[in-house]
């Protein structure tokens, strides 16, 4: 879901909370009352790489991210006990439909799913396959981000660039308002 969020309704926020963040907490409850009495097994829970940073004009989404992130860390240290294991998938530009059925709120669709195409896609085959590593080695966090680390260090070292990047993410976005 695109949009600022001056442009977002109470109803906009139900929607992507319901799918994105409900869908998961129940998926998770779920499967973890049952390998947890089994003493086994492995959730992963789909994220984003929008979850682990800022997402100007694309906050809702972010923000239900976030909380899978948080959902899904979280219960990798406290489901260890158990012998659970439970990493969050957080793929990036992967080419599934997802950009062509997302909602764009005052934004123009077209010219955001623009921007996107010029990203590299990666293709759902090598996001699984980068995603089937992760999971046996039980990693929390599953990013195929190129030089994911060094950016957060880099961004953590130089918080200015950092800061230059979502101005000018937003700056771009905004091209894309309709109003």
Same mark, same amino acid.
Do not use: D, L
């Given at each position: 879901m695109y949009g600022e969020l001056y442009d977002m309704s109470h109803e906009?926020?139900?929607r992507i909370i319901n799918v994105n963040l409900w869908g998961v907490i129940h998926?998770?409850?779920a499967a973890y009352t049952l390998m947890k009495k089994q003493g086994f097994?492995? $959730?992963a829970n789909t994220a984003s790489a929008t979850g682990l940073g800022p997402s100007?004009?694309?906050a809702a989404y972010a923000t239900t991210k976030h909380a899978i992130v948080g959902l899904t860390t979280s219960l990798h240290y406290e489901a260890e006990a158990f012998g659970v294991k439970v990493s969050a998938l957080c793929p990036a530009f992967v080419?599934?439909? $997802?950009?062509l059925k997302g909602e764009a709120i005052n934004m123009d669709k077209e010219k955001i799913n623009e921007q996107i195409m010029k990203q590299k896609l990666m293709s759902p085959e090598q996001f699984a396959r980068i995603a089937l590593k992760g999971i046996v080695r039980n990693e929390p966090i599953i990013c195929p981000m190129p030089l994911r680390r060094t950016m957060d260090i880099f961004f953590t070292l130089f918080p200015s660039v950092h800061r230059k990047l979502m101005r000018l993410?937003?700056?771009?976005a905004r091209k894309a308002s309709i109003n």
């Open positions: 906009h926020w139900e998926g998770t409850q097994g492995h $959730i100007p004009t694309a080419n599934t439909p $997802i950009f993410v937003c700056n771009v």
